[in-house]
């Protein structure tokens, strides 16, 4: 008997210092479509990046008192990461932070508050699946 290949299901480290924000980004995503891995910090997204290697981060600008942007610099610094797409999760939505965020080696902005529509779209374009 032959079998089918089981399909990879996509990793997605939810980096978000904000518990509530953090749960609703996780209850955002289709259900079993990802595998969902959680950071509260800068220094638990640098090293849950470098550990589990996930296929996107959707990262917060602001990860409580550290900047969220240096740790995208520092995953696209790195050869061992620099493949994983980051997501920019940002208060901010003016010309200034978008530029920073892609200054910082980001695939993509997203301004609070978005829509589901807008975060699944944004993951499709990145992480395809069937």
Not at 8 to 36: H, M, N, Q, S, Y
Not at 105 to 126: M, N, Y
């Amino acid at each position: 008997m032959v079998t089918a290949p089981a399909l990879r299901v996509p990793t997605i480290l939810v980096a978000e210092d904000e518990a509530a924000f953090r749960r609703l980004l996780i209850a955002t995503l289709k259900p079993g479509r990802f595998r969902i891995l959680e950071a509260a910090s800068a220094v638990e997204t640098l090293r849950m990046g470098r550990e589990a290697l996930p296929d996107v981060i959707l990262l917060d600008i602001g990860l409580g008192n550290d900047d969220g942007l240096r740790v995208s610099r520092k995953l696209k610094d790195d050869p061992t990461t620099r493949f994983i797409k980051i997501v920019v999760v940002s208060g901010h939505d003016d010309p200034l932070t978008r530029e920073r965020a892609r200054l910082s080696g980001a695939d993509r902005f997203l301004a609070k508050p978005f829509s589901p529509l807008a975060l699944w779209r944004a993951l499709d374009a990145l992480v395809p699946t069937g």
